[in-house]
């Protein structure tokens, strides 16, 4: 998980300049009108039936590896919690406590956090201790 999640760190990098870059050349192109603005922007079809995409599919890739981080990290803060309590009970009276992550409830309430089942076939590729 932890190499994922750094592929997923520098793809959000990467995304963020290659933005940077596409908002440049929009303020550069003095002759870039309202509508042909929102067809780049929205990745619409222009008057001579060309598409550019980049825009959209680069904040396409910003949202899909920021899930993807927010996954991970939370992914491998929790398993590194379960080993922590393992350790702790192998240890008995004499182990240091163990700091868990609790999610504020509102995430949770208002849907924020990715949802599992897009990392369904991921995780599925990994043996568990019940495997």
């Known amino acids: ?5 750094i592929q997923d760190i520098d793809s959000m990098k990467t995304s963020a300049e290659t933005r940077r870059r596409i908002i440049s050349e929009y303020k550069l192109n003095k002759d870039l009108t309202g509508k042909h603005m929102m067809e780049m922007y929205f990745g619409l079809v222009d008057q001579q039936g060309n598409v550019d995409e980049r825009y959209p599919n680069t904040i396409d890739i ?5 899930d993807n981080c927010i996954h991970f990290s939370y992914t491998i803060a929790s398993d590194l919690h379960k080993y922590g309590c393992k350790l702790a009970q192998a240890y008995g009276k004499n182990a240091p406590q163990i700091v868990g992550i609790k999610l504020p409830k509102e995430l949770l309430d208002k849907n924020l956090m990715p949802d599992e089942k897009n990392y369904s076939s991921w ?3 990994f043996e568990t201790e019940n495997d």
Not at 1 to 5: E, Q, R
Not at 62 to 66: F, H, V
């Open 62 to 66: 910003i949202a899909k590896s920021l």
């Open 1 to 5: 998980m932890l190499s994922a999640l």
């Open 123 to 125: 995780v599925e590729g």
